[in-house]
């Protein structure tokens, strides 16, 4: 069906010259009738108005948002830690709202119907007994987790927080193509999206009618704070780390509705009870949005290999003291081979049909429903059974159409194909599902300057809240690359687009932070974990930093002597030795594993600090990659060292100053502090020890950037006396052991428990003698074993401050 | 046949380790008409700060012992007194793989007894060809689902050496098949994988074997330490019949049932995750000594 001229206002008959929807497929911004649908309207007739260049300008905007705030997904597939620019489509998909009420009131119900399908499969076991689910479906299902049978989730409810992918059939009505249970991902997304669209199209697109999706999440935020057990305790996002290709989701979640974000290890249970291990002791979590799969969840009761769960989780749960939103377990209502059986399990459970129907699937264990499987293979994906993958993203060990995917073969290769696909669906026959290949509606893209059809899909968001559930007004659309309907043009290489439910009248304006003090922040509770990693962040920066100035310093005399073989040069060299390091190599080889190691640390605290500071850091290992072997040493190394350092400074204030949590930041500058005395100690033993020749004293101070300070204050070129004096005893030079002893002090005494019955903290005990020695000591003290001795006293208050509040 | 069982298990952890959870399953239950436990106590020092006896899934003695200390080591000390009774000597009733196939997917039940558990993978027997090939070639059509269960058995006895250093608690059945040799948990997981194969419902167990034999008896393989051996699953007639692939036997009065699962990952003695890694080491010995005055 193409679109008829005559049905196209003139005024949008340019903009819609390349808009030529396939034939037998529906289309969602033009009716069946080829007339623009009313909804459409006021945003196609705005977009019309708009030349080239004010369209790339307002797509524009919108991808600077997702810039700026870092919004990016994760490939597992790929290079490990990839990150890719988020794809978003830029024009939005619109429906009306009295359609998304109809969409919603279906899936309410369907959402009710695999809270009772799992609530059954975990305890009578009735839908099996009656012949409703076959046994087998649920016995080999690895989401069917046996630890968990006969246990009561104790908010009542297993299911809170669902999605569905939806797509519209070519006669116009909606199919749910998939069920989420496990760890619905997507609405973070969601609303970042939404965010792109509010900067590209301003009021005029009539936006004020397009319903907010803050009061949604208000709602479910409500509604977990009301579960039972959540009053008086904490309610965290359980997420499985920032290797997972959605942690920056959970992030963005986390902060959006102030909840802490966990993994399994900051999780302890104790008789009974969930806690977080944070630097002021174990504290207990009520609530807890798993993003985590279930299996992974704790590794004593189920996959007994993972390293991301928490052990005792189950043991808990069988205490009724945590609520799971979703529950342990229920990612089976995901199977694939549910589908064949939920209509009828509908009528009977709810006594009622489905008001939105699923893809229809048909079961191959079954005798009927495989010979229709085998007789109509061409229409049909035929695909594992107990997969939880979405219809269109069937997997290698499958069969779209009659043709099997991939380079697989079954049967004997001699056959005619239909002759094998018949044999592999007799011999495989429990183990595969036929699922109906969905045609899909299309939706406008903008593609090399026009607007075309692409398929698409929708991810439904809803919320079980006190008065039942609630929806997302509005969602995440996924594009199709091709122009081919059907929805194999969904597996890869796709776009997301916002999704607009509009009104016939402008809604209310809601925000997440509306009607009083809804932000809450934890800002005295730091887990234990994130407090490891900002205090090596802190190390691993400052390391860095030492590291290049010291290079820094290396090639600055390598390019005036052009030879290595300088005594200057090679006392550097030894010292460099002393630290693994071989200053002979490339710059850039020697600075990448402490760069990348601070960047992973960086990472696992990401939500913590600014998207600014990751950019910083971002950038820095991109420069440092770039200018690999192209840098001589001596002069050349020695310039673009300089550069790093700015960058690295520039990162490191980002990060000090924009950090706003204040027991994060203790240990993040506890970690700074720790690392530079060490390093000044031992700088200061290789370069003011025995040997105290000037040109050596001088390294001494570049590394610890106090040559003005050292004229100013001096007035003599450098000795033994005054640089130590200067790096080692000054309270008042930030570069001094002496002065981040009191500064490491300060902060000990503001950590919890800091003084417990007139005692100090066993930190404080090892900062305090320390900093006075340091303040009674005479420069020409300050011999190369002293300084032995400071490192020793320095590395016993690492072990007591991991001791106290990191282990 | 009554016994008096006693089991010591020491687990040492290189490194204390703060906040240690340890899961054992190693108290025998009643089982109806296989065995009776007259007395039965677990015995854990250092004392845990927590500890929690459940039935698991399965219907086994499930024990959390927590410790909330840093503890170097922990020792379990098992001491029952268990009635073995003797197993009915019946007719084989059991249908052939296409009578059982039949008779397994009309079973509605998700509940421990349903052969719907057995069938599939489990997290540590996974389907192999080499494994599923042996077990096609000994099922001759018409064979009765108990006749290919025995001549699994003894195949595997006879193909398979019985050799403690070969393999260890994590060795795959395939990689233990391919080398042909193994302990216990071995014969087990291969038998299981093979019956598997042929669409026969088959499960582990756990237990204990009597340490010194009958008087006029070769002494059973295994008996040194925990013992393993299979359950079949033989038609809903027959019900689940066990078997010993280790010693090519039914397991009769000498085998003291401890826990059912799977695979070796449901019944194991000891699950303990902790979150200090270091080398750990274990010593496990086992005394399974018959009563003179049975009854």
Same mark, same amino acid.
């Given at each position: 069906?193409?679109?008829?001229?005559?049905?196209?206002?003139?005024?949008?008959?340019?903009l819609?010259?390349?808009?030529?929807?396939?034939?037998?497929?529906?289309?969602?911004?033009?009716d069946?009738?080829?007339?623009?649908?009313?909804?459409?309207?006021?945003?196609?007739?705005?977009?019309?108005?708009?030349?080239?260049?004010?369209?790339?300008?307002?797509?524009?905007?919108?991808?600077?948002?997702?810039?700026?705030?870092?919004?990016?997904?994760?490939?597992?597939?790929?290079?490990?830690?990839?990150?890719?620019?988020?794809?978003?489509?830029?024009?939005?998909?619109?429906?009306?709202?009295?359609e998304?009420?109809?969409?919603?009131?279906?899936?309410?119900?369907?959402?009710?119907?695999?809270?009772?399908?799992?609530?059954?499969?975990?305890?009578?076991?009735?839908?099996?007994?009656?012949?409703?689910?076959?046994?087998?479906?649920?016995?080999?299902?690895?989401?069917?987790?046996?630890?968990?049978?006969?246990?009561?989730?104790?908010?009542?409810?297993?299911?809170?927080?669902?999605?569905?992918?939806?797509?519209?059939?070519?006669?116009?009505?909606?199919?749910?193509?998939?069920?989420?249970?496990?760890?619905?991902?997507?609405?973070?997304?969601?609303?970042?999206?939404?965010?792109?669209?509010?900067?590209?199209?301003?009021?005029?697109?009539?936006?004020?009618?397009?319903?907010?999706?803050?009061?949604?999440?208000?709602?479910?935020?409500?509604?977990?704070?009301?579960?039972?057990?959540?009053?008086?305790?904490?309610?965290?996002?359980?997420?499985?780390?920032?290797?997972?290709?959605?942690?920056?989701?959970?992030?963005?979640?986390?902060?959006?509705?102030?909840?802490?974000?966990?993994?399994?290890?900051?999780?302890?249970v104790?008789?009974?009870?969930?806690?977080?291990?944070?630097?002021?002791?174990?504290?207990?979590?009520?609530?807890?949005?798993?993003?985590l799969?279930a299996?992974?969840?704790?590794?004593?009761?189920?996959?007994?290999?993972?390293?991301?769960?928490?052990?005792?989780?189950?043991?808990?749960?069988?205490?009724?003291?945590?609520?799971?939103?979703?529950?342990?377990?229920?990612?089976?209502?995901?199977?694939?081979?549910?589908m064949?059986?939920?209509?009828?399990?509908?009528?009977?459970?709810?006594g009622?049909?489905?008001?939105?129907?699923?893809?229809?699937?048909?079961?191959?264990?079954?005798?009927s429903?495989?010979?229709?499987v085998?007789?109509?293979?061409?229409?049909?994906?035929?695909?594992?059974?107990?997969?939880?993958?979405?219809?269109?993203?069937?997997?290698?060990?499958?069969?779209?159409?009659?043709?099997?995917?991939?380079?697989?073969?079954?049967?004997?290769?001699?056959?005619?194909?239909?002759?094998?696909?018949?044999?592999?669906i007799?011999?495989?026959?429990?183990?595969l599902?036929?699922?109906?290949?969905?045609?899909?509606?299309?939706?406008?893209?903008?593609?090399?300057?026009?607007?075309?059809?692409?398929?698409?899909?929708?991810?439904?968001?809803?919320?079980?809240?006190p008065?039942?559930?609630?929806?997302?007004?509005?969602?995440?659309?996924?594009?199709?690359?091709?122009?081919?309907?059907?929805a194999?043009?969904?597996?890869?290489?796709?776009?997301?687009?916002?999704v607009?439910?509009?009104?016939?009248?402008?809604?209310?304006?809601?925000?997440?932070?509306?009607?009083?003090?809804?932000?809450?922040?934890?800002?005295?509770?730091?887990?234990?974990?994130?407090?490891?990693?900002?205090?090596?962040?802190?190390?691993?920066?400052?390391?860095?930093?030492?590291?290049?100035?010291?290079?820094?310093?290396?090639?600055?005399?390598?390019?005036?002597t052009?030879?290595?073989?300088?005594?200057?040069?090679?006392?550097?060299?030894?010292?460099?030795e002393?630290?693994?390091?071989?200053?002979?190599?490339?710059?850039?080889?020697?600075?990448?594993?402490?760069?990348?190691?601070?960047?992973?640390?960086?990472?696992?605290?990401?939500?913590?600090?600014?998207?600014?500071?990751?950019?910083?850091?971002?950038?820095l290992?991109?420069?440092?990659?770039?200018?690999?072997?192209?840098?001589?040493?001596?002069?050349?190394?020695?310039?673009?060292?300089?550069?790093?350092?700015?960058?690295?400074?520039?990162?490191?204030?980002?990060?000090?100053?924009?950090?706003?949590?204040?027991?994060?930041?203790?240990?993040?500058?506890?970690?700074?502090?720790?690392?530079?005395?060490?390093?000044?100690?031992?700088?200061?033993?290789?370069?003011?020890?025995?040997?105290?020749?000037?040109?050596?004293l001088?390294?001494?101070?570049?590394?610890?950037?106090?040559?003005?300070?050292?004229?100013?204050r001096?007035?003599?070129d450098?000795?033994?006396?005054?640089?130590?004096?200067?790096?080692?005893?000054?309270?008042?030079?930030?570069?001094?052991?002496?002065?981040?002893?009191?500064?490491?002090?300060r902060?000990?005494?503001?950590?919890?428990?800091?003084?417990?019955?007139?005692?100090?903290?066993?930190?404080?005990?090892?900062?305090?003698?320390?900093?006075?020695?340091?303040?009674?000591?005479?420069?020409?003290?300050?011999?190369?074993?002293?300084?032995?001795?400071?490192?020793?006293?320095?590395?016993?208050?690492?072990?007591?401050?991991?001791?106290?509040?990191?282990? | 046949?009554?016994?008096?069982?006693?089991l010591?298990?020491?687990?040492?952890?290189?490194?204390?380790?703060?906040?240690?959870?340890?899961?054992?399953?190693?108290?025998?239950?009643?089982?109806?008409?296989?065995?009776?436990?007259?007395?039965?106590?677990?015995?854990?020092?250092?004392?845990?700060?927590?500890?929690?006896?459940?039935?698991?899934?399965?219907?086994?003695?499930?024990?959390?012992? +927590?410790?909330?200390? =840093?503890?170097?080591? !922990?020792?379990?000390? /098992? *001491?029952?007194?268990?009635?073995?009774?003797? @197993?009915?000597?019946?007719?084989?009733?059991?249908?052939?793989?296409?009578?059982?196939?039949?008779?397994?997917?009309?079973?509605?039940?998700l509940?421990?007894?349903?052969?719907?558990?057995?069938?599939?993978?489990?997290?540590?027997?996974?389907?192999?060809?080499?494994?599923?090939?042996?077990?096609?070639?000994?099922?001759?059509?018409g064979?009765?689902?108990?006749?290919?269960?025995?001549?699994?058995?003894?195949?595997?006895?006879?193909?398979?050496?019985?050799?403690?250093?070969?393999?260890?608690?994590?060795?795959?059945?395939s990689?233990?098949?391919?080398?042909?040799?193994?302990?216990?948990?071995?014969?087990?997981?291969?038998?299981?994988?093979?019956?598997? +194969?042929?669409?026969? =419902?088959?499960?582990? !167990?756990?237990?204990? /074997? *009597?340490?010194?034999?009958?008087?006029?008896? @070769?002494?059973?393989?295994?008996?040194?330490?925990?013992?393993?051996?299979?359950?079949?699953?033989?038609?809903?007639?027959?019900?689940?019949?066990?078997?010993?692939?280790?010693?090519?036997?039914?397991?009769?009065?000498?085998?003291?049932?401890?826990?059912?699962?799977?695979?070796?990952?449901?019944?194991?003695p000891?699950k303990?995750?902790?979150?200090?890694?270091?080398?750990?080491?274990?010593?496990?010995?086992?005394?399974?000594?018959?009563?003179?005055?049975?009854?």
């Amino acid at each position: 069906m193409t679109a008829p001229a005559k049905r196209i206002p003139e005024a949008l008959s340019t903009l819609l010259a390349g808009y030529n929807v396939p034939a037998q497929v529906a289309d969602e911004l033009l009716d069946a009738d080829g007339a623009i649908r009313p909804v459409w309207l006021p945003f196609i007739e705005q977009f019309a108005k708009l030349g080239s260049e004010q369209i790339a300008a307002h797509f524009a905007r919108g991808d600077q948002y997702l810039r700026d705030a870092g919004v990016f997904y994760r490939q597992y597939s790929a290079e490990p830690l990839q990150e890719r620019a988020w794809p978003l489509s830029h024009v939005p998909v619109i429906l009306h709202e009295q359609e998304w009420t109809t969409i919603c009131d279906g899936l309410a119900q369907r959402a009710e119907l695999l809270e009772r399908v799992i609530a059954d499969l975990y305890s009578e076991g009735r839908l099996v007994r009656d012949g409703h689910l076959p046994a087998s479906l649920v016995a080999r299902n690895t989401e069917w987790h046996r630890p968990l049978v006969g246990v009561p989730p104790v908010s009542g409810h297993y299911l809170h927080f669902l999605a569905f992918e939806i797509g519209r059939s070519p006669d116009g009505s909606w199919v749910v193509l998939g069920d989420r249970a496990q760890a619905p991902s997507g609405a973070g997304f969601a609303l970042e999206n939404r965010m792109a669209t509010v900067r590209m199209y301003p009021d005029k697109f009539s936006r004020a009618h397009v319903h907010r999706l803050a009061g949604f999440f208000r709602a479910f935020r409500d509604a977990m704070d009301l579960l039972p057990g959540a009053e008086g305790r904490r309610t965290a996002i359980l997420s499985p780390g920032p290797g997972n290709d959605t942690y920056f989701e959970h992030a963005y979640i986390a902060r959006y509705l102030g909840l802490v974000l966990l993994e399994g290890e900051d999780l302890i249970v104790q008789n009974g009870e969930v806690f977080v291990r944070t630097v002021s002791g174990p504290q207990p979590v009520g609530v807890i949005w798993r993003r985590l799969d279930a299996a992974y969840a704790d590794s004593l009761e189920l996959n007994e290999s993972s390293k991301i769960g928490t052990p005792g989780l189950v043991h808990a749960l069988r205490h009724s003291s945590v609520s799971l939103v979703n529950a342990l377990g229920s990612g089976i209502v995901e199977t694939r081979a549910f589908m064949a059986f939920l209509p009828k399990i509908a009528e009977v459970v709810l006594g009622t049909p489905l008001k939105l129907p699923n893809v229809a699937t048909w079961w191959c264990g079954q005798p009927s429903e495989r010979a229709y499987v085998q007789s109509n293979a061409d229409a049909l994906y035929i695909g594992e059974a107990l997969s939880r993958s979405l219809p269109f993203d069937i997997g290698a060990g499958a069969a779209i159409a009659g043709a099997f995917q991939g380079d697989q073969t079954h049967g004997r290769a001699e056959d005619a194909p239909d002759a094998q696909l018949r044999d592999w669906i007799d011999a495989n026959g429990p183990d595969l599902v036929g699922q109906e290949a969905v045609t899909l509606s299309t939706t406008p893209a903008w593609i090399d300057g026009q607007l075309k059809p692409r398929p698409m899909t929708i991810r439904v968001f809803a919320a079980r809240t006190p008065e039942g559930w609630t929806f997302l007004p509005g969602g995440y659309a996924r594009i199709g690359k091709g122009g081919d309907a059907t929805a194999l043009s969904m597996q890869r290489g796709g776009s997301v687009a916002d999704v607009w439910v509009m009104g016939d009248a402008p809604v209310g304006d809601r925000t997440m932070f509306e009607s009083g003090s809804f932000r809450r922040e934890d800002t005295g509770m730091l887990p234990s974990r994130a407090a490891d990693n900002l205090l090596w962040l802190g190390r691993y920066v400052e390391r860095c930093e030492g590291a290049i100035r010291l290079l820094r310093a290396y090639h600055l005399r390598l390019a005036e002597t052009g030879d290595a073989n300088d005594a200057r040069l090679q006392s550097i060299a030894r010292h460099f030795e002393r630290i693994s390091f071989d200053v002979s190599a490339p710059v850039e080889t020697l600075l990448e594993p402490s760069l990348q190691a601070t960047r992973l640390c960086a990472g696992r605290v990401r939500d913590r600090f600014s998207v600014d500071g990751w950019a910083a850091l971002s950038d820095l290992l991109t420069n440092l990659s770039e200018s690999a072997g192209t840098l001589a040493p001596g002069d050349d190394s020695a310039r673009a060292l300089g550069v790093l350092l700015r960058k690295i400074t520039g990162f490191n204030g980002l990060v000090h100053e924009n950090m706003h949590r204040t027991s994060g930041w203790r240990f993040l500058t506890f970690g700074r502090a720790l690392e530079r005395a060490d390093g000044a100690s031992m700088v200061l033993r290789s370069f003011a020890g025995e040997d105290r020749t000037q040109g050596l004293l001088d390294v001494a101070l570049e590394y610890a950037d106090s040559r003005i300070t050292h004229q100013r204050r001096y007035r003599v070129d450098p000795t033994h006396d005054t640089v130590v004096d200067l790096i080692a005893l000054d309270p008042d030079n930030p570069r001094a052991i002496r002065f981040q002893v009191t500064a490491m002090r300060r902060i000990a005494e503001t950590l919890p428990f800091a003084r417990r019955d007139g005692r100090v903290s066993a930190v404080l005990e090892a900062l305090m003698p320390l900093e006075t020695s340091l303040a009674v000591a005479h420069p020409e003290d300050v011999i190369p074993a002293r300084l032995s001795e400071v490192r020793r006293a320095l590395a016993t208050v690492a072990r007591r401050l991991a001791a106290a509040y990191l282990d | 046949m009554l016994y008096d069982i006693r089991l010591s298990i020491r687990h040492d952890y290189g490194v204390p380790s703060p906040n240690a959870r340890t899961q054992v399953r190693l108290l025998p239950t009643d089982l109806p008409g296989r065995q009776i436990v007259r007395s039965r106590l677990l015995r854990v020092t250092p004392r845990p700060s927590e500890r929690d006896d459940v039935l698991d899934f399965f219907g086994n003695v499930m024990t959390t012992l +927590a410790f909330h200390r =840093p503890i170097a080591s !922990v020792e379990l000390g /098992l *001491r029952a007194r268990v009635e073995v009774l003797e @197993p009915p000597d019946s007719l084989d009733l059991s249908p052939d793989l296409k009578g059982l196939s039949a008779e397994a997917a009309a079973v509605r039940l998700l509940s421990a007894e349903s052969p719907a558990h057995f069938i599939g993978a489990s997290p540590r027997v996974a389907p192999d060809t080499e494994i599923s090939a042996f077990a096609h070639a000994l099922a001759a059509p018409g064979m009765t689902t108990t006749q290919i269960a025995e001549a699994l058995s003894q195949a595997l006895h006879d193909e398979m050496q019985f050799d403690p250093g070969a393999t260890d608690v994590h060795t795959p059945p395939s990689v233990a098949f391919a080398a042909r040799h193994g302990v216990c948990q071995d014969f087990s997981h291969i038998m299981i994988a093979g019956l598997r +194969a042929l669409g026969i =419902p088959a499960g582990y !167990v756990s237990g204990f /074997l *009597r340490t010194l034999p009958p008087p006029g008896k @070769p002494r059973l393989a295994g008996a040194d330490a925990m013992h393993a051996w299979v359950r079949v699953w033989c038609g809903s007639e027959v019900g689940w019949v066990e078997y010993d692939p280790t010693n090519a036997c039914r397991a009769g009065t000498d085998h003291i049932a401890v826990a059912y699962g799977r695979d070796y990952g449901d019944v194991a003695p000891v699950k303990g995750v902790l979150r200090t890694a270091g080398p750990q080491v274990s010593e496990h010995s086992v005394d399974v000594e018959p009563l003179e005055a049975s009854g």
